[in-house]
């Protein structure tokens, strides 16, 4: 699956040039074989750290938006995907030492910067995700 990840994630960032909430939905949408509408991508069209803002990470956000969907889809309560949402937010914060893109990308986002700085934590973030999902959904 690692393989697959790095090698979706460096398509989705050089050739299509999105996000990398849209990275993770589209990622984790893929891997667990669950549409997701193209709505709902456009609605993470902003979620890199709410728009370059640096607040909350966009691999956090478009992974809790895909658990919503997911968990729906396999009939789980409002309760149970808040709570799984819950728990993925402090796992995330545990292995990567915080939630923030502030925190995660600390240069920010310059015009100097170089593109897609962000790919080797968003490979690493959405194997994290990936795991997470196959471990909650047992």
């Known amino acids: 699956m690692k393989e697959y990840i790095i090698k979706r994630v460096h398509e989705l960032y050089w050739k299509e040039d999105i996000n990398c909430a849209r990275t993770a939905l589209v990622c984790l949408s893929e891997i667990f074989k669950t549409a997701v509408e ?23 956000e478009g992974t809790l938006m895909f658990i919503g969907i997911y968990l729906h889809r396999k009939g789980k309560t409002e309760d149970e995907i808040v709570s799984v949402c819950y728990n993925f937010a402090s796992a995330f914060d545990r292995m990567f030492g915080s939630l923030r893109c502030f925190d995660l990308r600390p240069t920010g986002f310059l015009e100097s910067d170089p593109p897609h700085m962000c790919e080797n934590l968003t490979c690493k973030g959405i194997e994290f995700a990936y795991q997470y999902i196959l471990d909650s959904t047992k």
Do not use: E, F
């Not at 991508?41 to 990470?57: D, E």
């Open 38 to 60: 193209p709505q709902t991508i456009w609605s993470a069209v902003g979620l890199h750290g709410a728009g370059g803002y640096r607040a909350q990470c966009g691999l956090v």
